[in-house]
């Protein structure tokens, strides 16, 4: 909420006492599994739907802009709109997001839409489920060129444990061509989400996350923003 007059201007934020959702999962005391991690998406897709039903496309979605509410639950916001469209139609391109979670058109600054959204939210689950990035390569450039030809697997030693149903829930984000890529809507009807097992979700290593935190934080510490890093990719 803004409030304006003629010098000065006044925006009002929400406080969010809870940590991100990463420090959330690994300061946890309960066992987490797939079950919950499904749960966990469920709540982003819902917050994804609100933003894509009025044309607002959020270019930064990321595990670091997803926030629990509190310490002691598991409920969710987005946020940091700092990046945030809103899509009036025209064509809208840009050069911004960080590195290992933008969509192939961000990358060839080509038509953004609500599915770039999308496209991150595959790179997000990939990682809660793993802590490994799927595109993260040794240079900016090597990741670039691993998201525009869809470079991942699902074959890493960490995926033993995961349903082929979330695979299948991943997969159906990471297409180059955006339309081939589920809405919000579409996915809070995929199986995965639908019919969460709580009773045969297999758990997963805490310790792979706090390994991708580790590997990543210094990564992003310097230059988080796309546009700097597509002018010096080695940098």
Request: include cysteine; aromatic fraction near 10%; proline fraction near 3%.
């Amino acid at each position: 909420m803004v409030y304006q007059d003629s010098d000065t201007i006044i925006q009002i934020l929400e406080y969010l006492k809870g940590p991100e959702l990463f420090m959330r999962i690994l300061e946890a005391s309960e066992d987490l599994t797939e079950f919950h991690i499904a749960g966990f998406i469920f709540h982003i897709l819902t917050g994804l739907e609100y933003l894509h039903a009025r044309r607002i496309v959020h270019l930064d979605l990321k595990p670091e802009n997803i926030v629990c509410t509190d310490n002691e639950t598991f409920n969710l916001k987005i946020i940091d709109f700092g990046l945030a469209r809103r899509l009036d139609g025209s064509d809208i391109r840009v050069m911004e997001g960080t590195a290992d979670f933008v969509s192939p058109e961000v990358v060839k600054y080509e038509s953004i839409s609500t599915a770039s959204d999308m496209w991150s939210l595959g790179v997000v689950a990939y990682i809660l489920l793993t802590g490994l990035s799927p595109f993260l390569g040794d240079s900016k450039s090597e990741t670039f060129e691993n998201i525009t030809s869809v470079r991942y697997t699902f074959e890493e030693k960490e995926f033993d444990p995961i349903s082929e149903s979330c695979k299948h829930f991943i997969s159906s984000f990471l297409h180059v061509e955006p339309s081939e890529r589920l809405s919000a809507n579409q996915a809070l009807n995929h199986p995965w989400i639908l019919h969460r097992n709580r009773k045969n979700s297999a758990g997963f290593e805490k310790r792979n996350l706090r390994s991708y935190l580790a590997r990543t934080r210094w990564i992003h510490a310097s230059k988080a923003v796309l546009h700097s890093s597509l002018k010096d990719p080695e940098k």
